[in-house]
């Protein structure tokens, strides 16, 4: 997805994340957006087959993404209207790229005229300075990759002067401003790359620009009024002054063919003598083929590379859709029914109360267009049934209760079963594309059991910490959840989307 695209999905994901108690966009608001975009999404793909291209299924994924920011930002700025000013793209980087190169030429023109304008200084220490400086650049280029740590506080200062601060109006609720904060730091920091390819970009133009601006000063005035040659040094003589002067005038004079110089003509301008006007051309042309050659051309060519790639991540921004909240979202594309969470509860009775809120969690889990499959509980000791007769399952889910104590002859027997008997699958995620598998552990009746006794909170903690290793141990990724409140948990979810989406890539 391009620049505009990526950061209204960003946004969007701080919207959400920071929106747990549902006041900004309500669970309606949002399977409305889901299905809203999918349906723009699917037009626009057939759009595209009709004329003979076709999307990719992580190009289809963002092109979802997108078209769901688009409806979730239209709401919140119909809702709070003082939301709209952060959905465009800053145009700061767009004055800055105008301006700073326009300034770099009137100072390069004015640079000059500190010295006599009547005068070309063989030592002009304004261009002089123009040549050096760029010198000391071209050489901190080179070391660039070896600077370590100090590259690092570079890119600290760069990201300050690129991320801005954003100005919170008043009238936003506390947990809209919350996510335009956390939108910030992580845009600062998903954008990085391209603010620094911009930023080069821009600081490479200008400094051609302020040595195009030398060099049209010196054509300028030698239009205008007789340059008259001259130098002067207290510690340097006419020998160090031609040495000098030839190396530096060497690559314009064997490629453009400017007049040499030699060590008498040196001598014969240096002042207190009264400057002499003969030649005063030939130091102007020297200078100016020298300012292009050593300063102008390098730097365009290096400010074009940074425009290039800056252009290229533009174009196709750098965001990971592989994120938990993100596959949450797309689970449900290229399915023709909604994405399936199968439960197989383990000695375990699940009520009515529990059952509803495994809706709430499966949403937590694969998203708004999720639904769940709770099979038959399996007595304690035995195995589970046909495991593998279910097709189009997105999740498949090992349900435990954490009253119970983990045992390897029963819970780990059925977890080794549950995993073998997936379609196509062993272990986490089978090589002939099971879906992925996971344990649940409900932690509710043992906080309705354990109530406000003293020490309840280190005992939940220690029984959590038990059934985590056990799940490890036998290989499995493992989640705590609170089937009477699965809010409470939403941190532990999606943790354990995280562990899910690294298994899913390692496999």
Known sequence: ?????????????????????????????????????????????????????????????????SKRAEQVLKKVADRHPAFSRFTGLPGGWRLFGIVLPLAAVLAGFLADRVADPHRVDLLSPPLLFILGWNLLVYLGLLLLPLAGRRQAGGRSMLTRFAGGRLTMPRKLPQALGTALARFGEEWTRLSMPLSAARFKRTMHLAAAALAVGAILSLYVRGLLTEYRAGWESTFLDAAQVHAILSYLFAPATMLFGIEGFTLSDVQALQTPQVASAAGGARWVHLYAATLLLFVVLPRTLLSLAAGWKAKRLARRFPIDIGQPYFRKLTAHLGRSDASILRIFPYSFTVDETRDRNLAAVAQMLIGEQSRVMLRPSTAYGDLPQDAAADKDIALTAALFNMNATPEKENHGAFLAELARGRPGGTGAKGATGAAPFLALIDESSYLERIGGQAGGEQRLRERAALWLQFCEMHKVPAIVVNLLNPQSRAVDIERGLATLATLDRAQ
């Open 1 to 65: 997805m391009n620049e505009r695209m990526a950061r209204d999905v960003v946004l969007m994901s701080a919207i959400e994340n920071a929106d747990q108690e549902r006041r900004i966009l309500s669970d309606e608001d949002r399977t409305y957006a889901s299905r809203s975009a999918n349906e723009l999404s699917q037009w626009e793909l057939a759009d595209k087959a009709g004329k003979g291209t076709g999307l990719a299924a992580d190009a289809h994924a963002e092109l979802f993404l």
